[in-house]
């Protein structure tokens, strides 16, 4: 087993440069983790998001690299135990929407395989990589956790997004899979389902949803923000519900109630 450099957990979070993943780096890094970053480019916003984790105690390390590359796994999984000398809870938040509204009757091979390269395929052999370390380490640390965040359009259908739907929906498989064959380790793994958060992938969309959430759309009228979701995994990763894994936790304002 790897001896850690120090007591403090440490947390590896993909896609962490910006909107999601950094409001989930700062809840961690307040929540007292250190933190491995990864995202797709390395650039200001990236350095923003080191020095806020930084700003609120925690070590922080980036790599950039695209999770849809199977090769890169290795090296980003190795840089969190180079740095660190452990690695405790993985976020797999890195995901893309489609690049292109439309008929579903439409869609391309091309297009379909890209989309589940990065948000179902590159999260799956990530996850399964960490989990093998994970349990190669021997005695296990308290509290190790993996979350997978999908999407409300795991159980929504959006039909001029249906390759973004069907890639979102087997990760909430996954996540199921995986708590099923880690539980036994002691590997809580957690579904994570924001609903209409306010961030740059959602800003085409704005103003058709805006109206619809100020109709009704969701109880809670108004947009999720970034800060609802990173302090859901924080919640979780952090052991405050520790009989539980498995589980689909909706942050989407009640989006998902059923309602007739």
């Known amino acids: 087993m790897i ?17 999601i993943g950094r409001a989930i780096a700062y809840e961690l890094a307040e929540a007292g983790f250190d933190l491995q970053l990864n995202d797709l480019m390395d650039d ?21 690299g695209d999770i849809a590359d199977l090769t890169f796994h290795t090296r980003l999984v190795d840089a969190a135990y180079q740095q660190f000398g452990r690695l405790d809870v993985l976020v797999n938040n890195a995901g893309m929407q489609v690049r ?14 890209e989309i589940i390269g990065v948000n179902l395929r590159g999260s799956f052999f990530l996850t399964q990589l960490t989990a093998q370390r994970m349990l190669a380490d ?14 409300a359009n795991a159980h929504l259908v959006s039909v001029e ?29 957690y579904e994570i389902r924001p609903g209409l958060i306010r961030t740059d992938m959602t800003a085409e969309v704005r103003d058709k949803y805006g109206a619809l959430i100020d109709q009704g759309l969701s109880p809670v009228r108004r947009w999720g923000e970034p800060e609802d979701v990173g302090k859901a995994v924080a919640t979780l990763v952090s052991g405050l519900i520790p009989f539980a894994t498995g589980m689909a936790v909706d942050i989407d304002g009640g989006l998902l109630i059923p309602r007739l």
């Open 3 to 19: 001896k850690p450099l120090s007591e403090r957990r440490v947390a590896l979070v993909t896609g962490g440069r910006r909107g």
């Open 44 to 64: 200001e916003a990236a350095d923003e998001t080191l020095a806020g984790v930084r700003e609120r105690g925690a070590q922080a390390h980036f790599m950039q």
């Open 100 to 113: 292109e509204r439309g008929d579903l009757l439409d869609v391309t091979a091309q297009r379909f395989d």
């Open 138 to 151: 021997g005695e296990p640390t308290a509290g190790r956790s993996i979350v997978i965040l999908s999407s």
């Open 161 to 189: 997004k249906g390759e973004y739907c069907i890639s979102k929906t087997g990760l909430s498989m996954a996540a199921k899979l995986f708590a099923m064959r880690l539980a036994e380790a002691d590997i809580a793994v």
